[in-house]
């Protein structure tokens, strides 16, 4: 059974990771975010002549949106070195980024989280593919900070990620680009 904590009772991280292209290693918690998700599906309503209420017409199923709350918690120098590059890692992925082919930006990256059953993406993989449509970061005043950063010791990031697919994942992909 694996450990929260090494030798020296310090946090080790949890295999929950988030994959954000353009930053030189994957982000992986110390605790394990909450995370909560959603997806809807919409439907029209279609009023018949002489019912007393419409029939319903599915449109569409709305986004999957994966809510979390990423806490990040400073126990010496080098989990304040990779507190401050987790959330200049997040806050990078709601930017454009430098385009390509004439084109002076493109999107935001698309990234990828896998922890586990919580974020399962298909039958075969537990990780899916997101794009960050916000974070809210949030500074107690409650907690002591450091004092060369200005930034306490324990904080919370709030993360809603949208999930998008690949186009080779989408129906009829086999269709549009040929064998």
Not at 81 to 96: D, G, H, K, W
Request: charged share 25%.
């Amino acid at each position: 059974m694996p450990f929260a904590t090494d030798q020296r009772g310090m946090l080790k991280p949890i295999d929950c990771t988030i994959t954000i292209p353009g930053v030189d290693k994957e982000l992986k918690p110390y605790v394990l975010p909450d995370i909560s998700e959603g997806k809807a599906a919409s439907y029209a309503d279609e009023p018949v002549i002489g019912r007393s209420f419409p029939v319903k017409t599915y449109g569409h199923s709305e986004n999957r949106t994966i809510n979390m709350k990423w806490h990040v918690i400073m126990m010496d120098d080098d989990s304040k070195t990779e507190a401050i590059r987790q959330l200049n890692a997040f806050r990078s992925c709601v930017y454009p980024v430098e385009g390509g082919g004439g084109s002076p930006y493109a999107p935001p990256p698309i990234c990828t989280i896998d922890c586990g059953e919580m974020t399962r993406g298909t039958k075969d993989s537990t990780s899916v593919c997101v794009v960050l449509k916000s974070y809210n970061v949030s500074f107690p005043t409650d907690v002591a900070y450091d004092p060369d950063s200005l930034i306490p010791y324990r904080f919370d990031i709030d993360l809603v990620w949208d999930v998008v697919f690949p186009t080779s994942e989408l129906p009829g992909q086999d269709k549009i680009i040929g064998e």
